[in-house]
């Protein structure tokens, strides 16, 4: 596709469940971005790759977040035992290289909605 | 660490009113400047950019200083239209970093009345 696609749109789960997180990136672009924004919040930076490695996942915030690229395009964010607390937009951005002078492309975003 | 702290919103004009929403960022070194804007319904874009004191960015005729003097980024529009509703985010990237890990401000809603 033409831009970066999220799947779902929107999530509802139970807390304590497992949910997965899908990002497709423009075709080229070998960097990739996960942001979390929680309401009232700019988007905070999680994790990113370079390839199919992530080179640095200094923002995730505990061992229930883990995300993979295993082929060096898409991208899934995973949530274990998922918390109230976890609620939030779910951004996915790509860009063309590892610093591209700070343009990242991004996608509409995940809603999850924890009950 | 660094940080980005801007205008709250919302904020609410009139057709062809001037616009400024206000930025001011706390880093190390030289940051990159950045305004991201978000329209209805879609993703975060970028708007404009500067890379270093005195530059200014500009875009769809929106204009930003980057004043490292008072460490500020402020955006600005002449005259704003309908179509420019959205939310605006004022980032920077950290000077000499190997990634474009954006440090964002928490945002500010603009709504434009015809």
């Known amino acids: 596709g033409a831009g970066v696609s999220q799947t779902p749109s929107n999530k509802v789960t139970e807390k304590g469940k497992y949910v997965e997180l899908r990002c497709d990136p423009i075709?080229?672009?070998?960097?990739l971005y996960w942001y979390r924004q929680s309401l009232g919040q700019g988007p905070e930076f999680l994790i990113y790759?370079?390839?199919?490695?992530?080179?640095?996942d200094s923002g995730l915030p505990n061992d229930r977040f883990f995300a993979v690229r295993p082929e060096g395009s898409v991208s899934t964010l995973k949530i274990q035992r998922t918390e109230r607390g976890d609620s939030a937009v779910y951004l996915c951005a790509s860009s063309r290289a590892p610093r591209d002078t700070g343009e990242l492309f991004f996608g509409e975003g995940s809603r999850l909605t924890v009950l | 660490g660094d940080s980005v702290t801007q205008m709250e919103g919302p904020v609410t004009l009139s057709e062809e009113a001037f616009l400024t929403i206000n930025c001011t960022y706390t880093?190390?070194?030289?940051?990159?400047l950045f305004w991201y804007v978000q329209y209805p319904g879609e993703g975060l874009q970028l708007l404009l950019k500067a890379t270093k004191a005195d530059d200014k960015g500009s875009n769809k005729g929106f204009e930003a200083t980057y004043r490292k003097e008072t460490t500020s980024f402020h955006l600005e529009k002449g005259s704003v239209q309908v179509s420019d509703s959205a939310v605006y985010f004022c980032a920077l990237l950290r000077d000499g970093g190997a990634t474009n890990k954006l440090i964002f401000g928490t945002g500010t809603l603009l709504a434009v009345q015809p």
């Open positions: 880093a190390t070194g030289y940051p990159s």
């Open positions: 790759f370079q390839g199919t490695g992530a080179a640095d």
């Open positions: 075709s080229g672009h070998t960097a």
